[in-house]
């Protein structure tokens, strides 16, 4: 795949306030790139989703938000990572209803579900990385 990336936004996620700013950025971005409404609340839903994990699993990481072009299409890919603990039970994770926390345990499911492409490196002791995107139809 042949991406090229014009605009870039890094966030980092060390208390709330940086879960907050990567949503304002994440909509402000896909709003810009003319997103349907829709869209805009599924993409502005996955970063809240996933800097909320940073913040309660990894204690802080990044959001970065990038507008990419591939094969003539222009997307808007999220990329969150943490050297945290790492997933210990990838597939427990992506089950969904699972929840570590007193969540509704919508998250990493949720979010592969409201993107079009989704993929996620963990290792133990080291921390993950989980890149989704979403594409203008």
């Known amino acids: 795949?042949?991406?090229?990336?014009?605009?870039?936004?890094?966030?980092?996620?060390?208390?709330?306030?940086?879960?907050?700013?990567?949503r304002q950025k994440g909509r402000e971005i896909s709003k810009k790139l003319l997103f349907n409404s829709v869209d805009q609340a599924r993409i502005t839903t996955a970063i809240s989703e996933l800097a909320r994990n940073i913040y309660l699993y990894a204690g802080n990481g990044e959001i970065l938000i990038e507008v990419i072009y591939s094969s003539g299409k222009t997307g808007l890919k999220i990329t969150a990572a943490d050297s945290g603990p790492g997933i210990t039970d990838v597939r427990?994770?992506?089950q969904m209803g699972y929840t570590s926390s007193n969540g509704l345990g919508a998250g990493l499911p949720g979010v592969k579900r409201l993107m079009d492409e989704f993929s996620l490196e963990t290792e133990p002791g080291k921390g993950t990385v989980i890149t989704a995107t979403k594409w203008i139809r």
Do not use: H
């Not at 014009?6 to 990567?22: D, F, K, S, W, Y």
């Open 1 to 22: 795949m042949n991406e090229r990336m014009i605009e870039q936004v890094r966030v980092p996620i060390v208390n709330e306030l940086g879960i907050v700013t990567a």
């Open 92 to 94: 427990q994770a992506m």
